[in-house]
């Protein structure tokens, strides 16, 4: 067994991304494999630090840089410690297991089950519990947005540590640990449903539940430093390959495919929302260009294993449209001060791909075909409804344990600092010290 | 004596100072400034959320000049400083009692 373990190494070394592991094989490493999802695993690290940190803190008015950054700093650090110690067993249970429906069973307690032997598909458990840490750094590190500029540090980490726990792990373990809406069907190929409905859901609430920041909608509060957002959406947009072609777990069609439509989606969600813009406002902005960007990548991201180039472009020109109005919609018709707009970027991009995925999954529509319905389904009214199920009890999770979390955190150290604090920034207030000296 | 100020849209800094340099008004004091007038504001728009910016940059202009300097520094400012457009700027003229050069201690025209 060891022997030709070893052999298949050897090969795949050698032949690349053509050896194709067999059936019978299912417990042996493939190379090829193996280095791609370790290069998808610094990718998506590389989304939340420095990416998604430098976008947001871009976004924030100067006094409260240094927050937003350290928020994903140490979401990064303490969520890898949190889905060591359970987060990765809540989700993904333990080798040999029968997975229940809700969670994962607890035979990976402190990642007890993973040494250097253990294997999981054609790589290492240990890589896959890595690459799927990633995701549940980047999942709380999305919230940060919704309750910048106000809330308290320490309530911060308590909120997240909870959530990550009692809300991200088990919705994973719904789709992708075996769980019963991967059971069903899902289609939800890097994370609609577990990563921007969970997000973006968790974010809204957050924003109703601290309410806005001080002079929201008299006082201006435009970005400080746009140089810093549109440097760290670049990065985003690059760390996203990781991200959806790595979530194929595999170096194969299926992941280029995944990196393929990825690209035409945020390409097309890019310009979509520009010329929004232009049409509405007269003029196109950079902001409105990523922001656009990340609702094509969003979107993109549960039907990036479903669906075909053409059906890409369709995904991310009506993420930069739908994604666009829901923004404008929050802010200026609802008045919810969800700061750096996760919800209707992320959450109503997370939606809409999750039901198109069930769209353009299907193989008879000619040049916007995909790659086929799940098993025992035969219409895309059939995955329709799945995909709508899935999105739908994400939601309704994800709204009612978040805001019990929120309501607990608040009794416990009070999510919010006081007016003069809010005043005077974050950065100084809570950190002693001040983004820029200039 | 008297003290100038004009204030001027940035992109005519360069223009003004070559003309008040052909008169022979060799030293200025420049900073960026801003303000409004009858121009008002301008709007930026960050994601739909749209904020009026009320203060529009400028850049103001300060030259200590002799009496006979004044009449010669207003038209050429204005000859060149003007697009014709609302927001080209004001130019204000205030007496001027004493000038001092610290280096040589002259004091008077004798120092601007």
């Known amino acids: ?438 | 004596m008297k003290m100038m100020t004009a204030i001027v849209k940035p992109f005519k800094l360069d223009d003004v100072r070559d003309a008040l340099q052909q008169i022979g008004i060799t030293g200025m004091t420049v900073e960026e400034v801003k303000g409004y007038g009858r121009q008002k504001g301008h709007t930026e728009l960050y994601r739909g959320a749209e904020y009026v910016v009320e203060f529009q940059p400028k850049v103001k202009i300060q030259i200590a000049i002799s009496d006979d300097q004044v009449e010669p520094a207003i038209e050429a400012i204005c000859k060149v400083a003007s697009t014709g457009k609302i927001g080209d700027g004001k130019i204000f003229v205030s007496p001027l009692e004493q000038s001092i050069r610290i280096r040589t201690g002259e004091t008077g025209e004798e120092a601007l």
């Not at chain 1, 991200?243 to 989606?265: E, R, W, Y």
């Open chain 1, 1 to 438: 067994m060891k022997n030709t373990r070893k052999i298949t190494i050897v090969s795949a070394a050698l032949l690349g991304a053509a050896l194709v592991s067999g059936g019978a094989q299912a417990q042996s490493v493939n190379g090829a494999d193996t280095a791609w999802i370790l290069t998808s695993t610094a990718l998506v690290l590389f989304m939340t630090i420095p990416g998604l940190s430098l976008f947001y803190a871009g976004l924030v008015r100067s006094k409260n840089v240094l927050s937003v950054l350290m928020q994903c700093f140490a979401l990064t650090c303490l969520m890898s410690l949190l889905w060591f110690a359970a987060g990765y067993t809540i989700a993904f249970g333990s080798d040999g297991v029968e997975q229940g429906p809700l969670i994962g069973d607890f035979g990976n307690l402190f990642f007890a089950g993973i040494s250097i032997e253990s294997v999981n598909g054609t790589i290492p458990a240990s890589l896959f519990a890595v690459f799927q840490m990633t995701f549940a750094i980047i999942t709380p590190a999305l919230i940060v947005g919704a309750f910048a500029e106000r809330m308290r540090f320490s309530a911060m980490l308590t909120f997240s540590a909870i959530w990550l726990l009692v809300v991200y792990a088990p919705v994973c373990h719904w789709v992708w640990g075996g769980g019963w809406l991967g059971d069903m069907g899902l289609q939800d190929f890097a994370g609609g449903t577990v990563v921007h409905v969970t997000a973006g859901v968790a974010a809204v609430v957050a924003a109703m539940v601290m309410g806005p920041r001080r002079g929201f909608g008299s006082v201006p509060m435009p970005p400080h430093n746009l140089t810093l957002t549109v440097a760290g959406a670049g990065m985003l947009w690059v760390g996203w390959f990781g991200f959806n072609a790595g979530s194929a777990v595999a170096a194969d069609g299926s992941a280029a495919m995944a990196m393929l439509v990825t690209h035409l989606s945020a390409s097309c969600g890019a310009l979509a929302w520009m010329l929004m813009e232009w049409l509405r406002h007269g003029k196109p902005s950079m902001l409105g260009m990523v922001t656009g960007m990340v609702a094509g990548l969003g979107t993109i991201t549960p039907a990036s294993g479903s669906v075909g180039p053409a059906g890409a472009v369709v995904i991310g020109l009506s993420a930069g449209v739908i994604c666009y109005f829901a923004t404008n919609y929050l802010k200026n018709a609802l008045k919810i001060d969800d700061s750096l707009d996760v919800f209707p970027v992320h959450g109503v991009g997370g939606i809409l791909g999750t039901l198109l995925a069930g769209v353009f999954c299907s193989t008879q529509l000619g040049l916007f075909s995909g790659n086929g319905f799940s098993d025992g389904i035969d219409s895309i009214g059939g995955q329709l409804t799945v995909q709508a199920t899935g999105v739908l009890a994400t939601f309704a999770y994800t709204a009612v344990v978040t805001w019990v979390i929120l309501k607990l955190v608040d009794a416990m150290v009070g999510l919010r600092v006081n007016d003069e604090e809010e005043t005077m920034g974050l950065d100084l207030v809570l950190h002693d010290e001040r983004g820029y000296d200039l």
